[in-house]
């Protein structure tokens, strides 16, 4: 399985884009890129998932590079509830999670 | 996306004794997941439980410790065994949307504390 590789923790402030990468050097040629968010007390929540280049959906954008080693999620004008951990997994029938970033939005 | 329903949601648990987490999901699925989460740390695999099948268990992880049913296509359920301390954790249940290409969706978990 893919390892993967992301900032232990992001600070931001209400209204600006946060971008998470991560790196994911040994991804298979099967496996897609899903990020995952976290709230204390709940189980993850999908939040985008994608295979190369780029993929847009309501919440987030998740950008993929050519050589697919590494994925940068962007999550547009972050607001006070978007503080959470967000995980990056890479894989096709099962999944690992890392340690995922600590994102905490301040006003 | 699937709808999962975990119960209990949380319990305190004497050392020594079992509990039996059940996970109830609202559409058939093929794949179940059950995950681990320690206070503080991420989430770790412990078993795939497919229906009709013994379960397929992660290195660390035992069928005598964390006994798995899967007796249907909607419903699993996870024993943790002869409880100690250390097994104080949030126990997750998810499930494959709609396939492995598009994300998993994950119950509210199970916070279980042995004292």
């Known amino acids: ?107 | 996306s699937a709808v999962i329903s975990q119960k209990p949601s949380r319990d305190i648990c004497q050392r020594g004794t079992s509990l039996t987490i059940q996970c109830q999901v609202d559409s058939q699925v093929t794949m179940m997941f059950w995950y681990r989460q320690q206070p503080g740390q991420s989430l770790t695999l412990i078993a795939t439980a497919n229906q009709g099948s013994e379960a397929t268990y992660e290195s660390g992880f035992v069928i005598d410790k964390f006994p798995i049913s899967r007796p249907n296509l909607t419903f699993s359920t996870l024993t943790v065994s002869n409880m100690s301390p250390e097994d104080s954790s949030i126990y997750l249940c998810s499930v494959d949307r709609e396939g492995a290409n598009y994300g998993y969706t994950f119950g509210s978990g199970t916070r279980l504390t042995v004292v």
Not at chain 1, 35 to 64: C, D, H, M
Request: net charge neutral.
């Open chain 1, 1 to 107: 399985l893919a390892k993967t590789t992301q900032p232990i923790s992001m600070d931001s402030y209400e209204g600006q884009e946060v971008n998470i990468t991560c790196s994911h050097n040994n991804i298979a040629t099967n496996d897609y890129i899903t990020w995952y968010q976290q709230f204390p007390s709940q189980g993850p929540r999908f939040i985008i998932q994608g295979y190369k280049t780029k993929v847009t959906n309501e919440v987030a954008s998740l950008f993929i590079p050519a050589d697919r080693k590494s994925s940068t999620l962007s999550l547009p004008r972050v607001s006070l509830s978007d503080t959470a951990v967000y995980y990056c997994l890479v894989g096709y029938s099962t999944l690992t999670f890392g340690k995922g970033t600590m994102l905490l939005v301040s006003p």
